[in-house]
């Protein structure tokens, strides 16, 4: 499946944004979701992810309460709400799709369980 996200820009902090991430292909349905992100000099690191039917989601304990993450499959799209960003929330943020017929589970939050990914979208938070 490919993967475009979009929705980045530049925010003051405690400000919102709406990350998309639109899927082609037929399988969109069946796969786990995830977001991941990456600053500049650090490692890409987990943010969020979500089960096919969009009941189950996993979030990174630094986003929890603050960042959600819902799709629809009908649109074959995944979203990622983040409020109150922080200006540490500044990064390239990544969509990615894990292979089919996959049950969500702790692996999720694993980037290497990922097949699938975006061209990744820019959130810059000033302060």
């Known amino acids: 499946v490919q993967l475009q996200a979009s929705g980045g820009g530049l925010v003051q902090a405690g400000g919102s944004l709406r990350l998309s991430c639109a899927a082609s292909g037929r399988t969109f349905s069946d796969r786990v979701m995830g977001w991941f992100r990456q600053a500049p000099g650090k490692e890409r690191e987990f943010v969020a992810a979500i089960s096919w039917r969009g009941v189950i989601t996993y979030y990174a304990d630094s986003v929890k309460g603050r960042f959600t993450i819902s799709r629809d499959n009908a649109k074959n799209t995944v979203y990622l709400q983040l409020n109150s960003l922080k200006p540490e929330d500044t990064a390239v943020y990544y969509c990615?799709?894990?292979?089919?017929?996959?049950?969500?589970?702790?692996?999720?939050?694993?980037?290497?369980?990922?097949?699938?990914w975006g061209q990744g979208t820019l959130v810059t938070v000033s302060s």
């Open positions: 990615a799709a894990a292979p089919r017929y996959s049950e969500i589970s702790g692996w999720a939050r694993a980037s290497t369980m990922y097949n699938d």
